[in-house]
């Protein structure tokens, strides 16, 4: 299935969208690919957030339906990254017309507009991946708890009943339709010959796990029953609902005998790899989904350490994880939240790890509970959106270095041209040479220097300087330029600097960037004040390069440190990130603040050196 646009023929997407899909969709593009191009023919700046906003909407809505169709997640990016490819194909002729800055910009602009696209829908497919895992656990949590032999209703803070198992609704002659919604003193009116305590209701929603016997109507008339109210918590650890567990008085053993068999049911059916741990870390549990997330046996793994286990299966054991792990069972604390990447023989698995202490009656921990969630293909999806960021900015770098390299080569073969004609005569090549082509040249090493820098910088050859002597150094490099354009230095500094470890060569380029951009914006008279001081808390060294020039707009701020983003006409735009490469290498950081008709302050800060 073939389909026109803009004159170019797109490529075949039959076995992506369907019959009925496909009409809507390329009417939906084609509409997109018309006001993009009616913004380019403006030639003005265009809010394209707003002139987006209804398509990532609709491109949103779409990647909902594929993923409600069962498409994989490979076919929504290979479809987000042909509408990009494509539609930007027949925007390039249309946005490079005109004057090639403007062009330029708008072209990226409407780079990034078609980036942000195709995101949502990829946003999309995720959204609805994760509503029909949701819908998915909460309906093979029913299941769970209407296998069970024991009375289990679910309620809400407010304590309205969200659920109600069958074991409780037949036992009461009720449906789950006429439970749902109604209060829990009422629905617990249905089988108590009296009321719970409203304490012991606060109690649960304060943490605490309420027991209590009661008395209960049955077929068999009045019996006494024992109650457990369990609080459950959300991802954040907020109490969200409390669940309700009623189950006949029984001898001991025959109670033990059927939770053991309640417990490893509901272990092996939940969503989440789970691991019991005794005091030793050796594996006494090991439900169904971690055997899938880790394609192991209970065989291979109970009785064993985890130890062992990392030995034998992971490769490259992380053994700070292990000690870490045996700390926090001995010292009965919990694990929240750890991300772990694993290589088990032929797969990467990406994993997140939760775990709670077991304690005994006495509050000693004596195991620990390990949940374990395979974050495995949702890192692939994360990774994917970064690579189509990466390629973004690969073409927002390409442009940048296209336009910069321009000018000096337009120079050079110009100069040819006319050599080449005749119009140049031999006697003036070598003056021409050494005043036209050798500058021109060597301005287009130093932006493809500079680009490098930026990109790829190279190692700091740092070595411990005496501050004070490197600072005396930098004030000396910037005096002569200071006084040929008539600005004031202002030196303030004090008695102690301590030692850094530095490249003496980076970071005096770094203060000339600053300072040459201060000089550019400092009227004659004015003034330029540099500052050095120990900062104790942190232990850092602080520069300051504080200028009295126009400042820098707000809208600009958020862009200085960008490659190739520049106010001034002749600049290339790379100053200023090479400068924050050189720092950031160095374990440092460089921050600006500015203020309009008040001037600018960048700040530099790096560790102390030993």
Request: aromatic share 8%; hydrophobic share 40%; net charge negative.
């Amino acid at each position: 299935m073939k389909f026109q646009a803009a004159g170019c023929e797109w490529l075949d997407i039959q076995g992506i969208l369907t019959e009925e899909e496909y009409d809507p969709f390329q009417a939906h593009l084609l509409e997109l690919l018309g006001d993009l191009l009616g913004a380019l023919d403006k030639g003005t700046a265009v809010e394209l957030d707003a002139l987006l906003a209804p398509y990532e909407k609709l491109a949103h809505e779409q990647g909902y339906q594929l993923a409600e169709r069962g498409l994989a997640l490979e076919d929504v990016l290979r479809l987000g990254q042909f509408v990009r490819n494509q539609l930007l194909g027949d925007l390039f002729t249309p946005a490079m017309s005109g004057s090639e800055d403007p062009a330029r910009k708008r072209l990226l602009d409407a780079s990034a507009a078609l980036t942000r696209y195709t995101d949502q829908l990829v946003l999309g497919f995720h959204q609805q991946e994760q509503e029909s895992f949701r819908r998915r656990s909460v309906y093979q949590r029913n299941r769970v708890l209407d296998a069970l032999p024991v009375t289990v209703v679910i309620y809400d803070q407010d304590g309205t009943c969200e659920f109600a198992n069958k074991k409780c609704l037949i036992d009461n002659q009720q449906t789950l339709g006429q439970v749902q919604g109604k209060h829990r003193l009422e629905v617990a009116s249905l089988h108590n010959a009296n009321p719970d305590p409203e304490l012991a209701w606060q109690r649960v929603l304060n943490g605490e796990r309420v027991r209590q016997r009661i008395e209960s109507y049955g077929e068999g008339g009045l019996t006494l029953n024992e109650k457990d109210m369990v609080p459950l918590r959300d991802e954040q650890g907020e109490i969200s609902n409390v669940i309700v567990v009623t189950y006949s008085s029984i001898s001991e053993k025959e109670r033990l005998y059927n939770m053991q068999k309640q417990f490893s049911f509901v272990l092996d059916s939940m969503n989440s790899g789970l691991l019991i741990l005794n005091s030793d870390c050796c594996v006494s549990g090991f439900n169904q989904k971690a055997q899938e997330i880790f394609g192991l046996q209970p065989e291979k793994v109970i009785g064993t350490t985890l130890s062992d286990l990392y030995a034998t299966y992971v490769m490259e054991a992380e053994p700070d994880l292990l000690v870490k792990l045996q700390t926090l069972v001995d010292e009965g604390q919990p694990l929240h939240g750890i991300h772990k990447t694993f290589q088990m023989c032929d797969r990467t698995l990406s994993l997140r790890l939760d775990g709670n202490p077991i304690l005994n009656a006495s509050g000693e921990s004596v195991g620990y509970i390990l949940i374990v969630e395979d974050m495995t293909e949702l890192q692939a999806m994360r990774e994917a959106m970064m690579r189509n960021e990466k390629f973004a900015l690969i073409g927002q770098f390409a442009a940048g270095i296209a336009h910069e390299i321009r000018n000096p080569l337009t120079t050079v073969f110009g100069f040819l041209q006319l050599f080449a004609s005749g119009s140049v005569k031999h006697e003036n090549f070598a003056d021409l040479t050494r005043t036209l082509l050798i500058p021109e040249l060597e301005r287009a090493n130093i932006i493809l220097s500079d680009f490098l820098m930026v990109s790829k910088p190279t190692a700091p050859q740092r070595s411990v300087v005496d501050t004070a002597q490197f600072f005396e150094d930098v004030v000396r490099l910037i005096e002569s330029e200071a006084h040929l354009r008539g600005v004031m230095l202002q030196i303030d500094t004090v008695d102690f600097l301590p030692p850094l470890k530095v490249d003496v060569q980076q970071m005096k380029q770094v203060f000339l960037n600053l300072c040459k951009n201060a000089f550019d914006v400092t009227p004659p008279g004015g003034c330029l004040r540099l500052t050095a001081k120990p900062q104790v808390q942190g232990a850092q060294v602080r520069f300051d390069v504080i200028d009295q020039g126009p400042g820098i707009q707000a809208d600009d701020l958020s862009k200085i440190f960008d490659p190739f983003f520049t106010t001034k006409e002749h600049g290339t735009g790379l100053g200023l990130p090479i400068s924050h490469r050189i720092v950031e290498g160095h374990g440092g950081r460089l921050k600006v603040r500015s203020a309009q008709g008040v001037g600018t302050t960048f700040t530099i800060l790096i560790p102390i050196g030993e």
